[in-house]
């Protein structure tokens, strides 16, 4: 069983690639993906569906990460097609009735939202699907384990596939090419602590491979994991010196900016590179991410 074929599709997001996938794994009567992407790149997602002589009919289950809208966007529409849609229970309600993901998100985009992301319709109810954690999901001859993963948010799931963890964002960062891992903080619901017991409970589970939603499948998880845990706890420290001078949202972008461009000075990135992992990853969402968890748990 240990080759059932990935097939990474590039949803081409903003009309870059390797910033957000969506997997796409086959079974006896259809196909299952992990992620459905945004809205905005439903023609991209059918474009390589039909590469592979599928319709977004034979999608038969999505299992999502977790619900932000890079994730999540298209899955109504998808629910809508046929498929049924698995989802950690923190997220579901949020997908039935979207209304409020979508003002939170609208006070981040503004008129930036329909271009961004699209169209961001509700699962159909009886489409739904809420596993447990650690509950295995059988789907024809393929079988995956949800794991709750909190720390990036408290509506994650990574799931566990032969050697290989689907990590969502709970697993960083990282575009093909590159030994280099961004951890995405985004507000509201950004903890350093659990986010390293997250860490901690998937390096128990021993898998080899690792795929990031941004962007494709590694061979190196224990690499990646450890980097991730070494860039967590060094951001961290960074905001406990940082922030006992009471710096403006503003301020606290510029220095951030700054503390990650020199960071990629260091890896030696090309802008291109740069680009990517900014629209994978906006900085100055990760600063205000940092606020938020400072003013409810770092001060402390």
């Known amino acids: 069983m240990a080759n059932s074929r990935i097939i990474t599709l590039d949803l081409n997001f903003q009309n870059k690639t390797q910033a957000i996938a969506s997997y796409l794994i086959r079974h006896n009567d259809g196909a299952v993906l992990i992620e459905s992407g945004p809205g905005s790149t439903l023609s991209a997602l059918e474009a390589g569906l039909a590469k592979e002589n599928l319709s977004p009919r034979n999608i038969t289950h999505v299992l999502l990460t977790h619900i932000h809208l890079d994730h999540a966007g298209a899955a109504g529409w998808l629910s809508k097609q046929g498929a049924e849609i698995y989802v950690h229970p923190n997220g579901a309600p949020h997908l039935l009735n979207p209304e409020k993901l979508i003002a939170s998100a609208t006070r981040i985009y503004g008129d930036r939202m329909d271009q961004l992301w699209g169209e961001f319709l509700p699962v159909e109810q ?23 993963t909190p720390g990036h948010a408290e509506h994650h799931f990574a799931y566990l596939f032969e050697d290989l963890c689907f990590s969502g964002d709970v697993g960083g960062v990282r575009i093909p090419g590159y030994q280099y891992l961004r951890a995405p ?90 680009q990517a992992y900014t629209l994978a990853n906006p900085i100055g969402m990760s600063a205000d991410g940092l606020i938020r968890y400072w003013k409810k748990f770092g001060s402390a």
């Open 185 to 274: 903080m985004p507000p509201p619901e950004l903890h350093f602590e659990r986010w390293l017991e997250s860490i901690a409970r998937l390096r128990r589970e021993k898998f080899t491979r690792i795929a990031p939603t941004h962007f494709g499948i590694y061979d190196d998880a224990e690499w990646q994991l450890n980097e991730l845990e070494k860039n967590l706890v060094a951001t961290r420290k960074w905001l406990e010196e940082i922030m006992p001078s009471e710096p403006t949202v503003e301020e606290l972008r510029e220095k951030f900016a700054a503390w990650m461009s020199e960071q990629s000075r260091v890896q030696g990135l090309s802008a291109d590179v740069i």
């Open 126 to 148: 009886n489409q739904l699907k809420v596993p447990n954690d650690a509950e295995p999901i059988g789907i024809g001859n393929l079988e995956f384990i949800p794991i709750n």
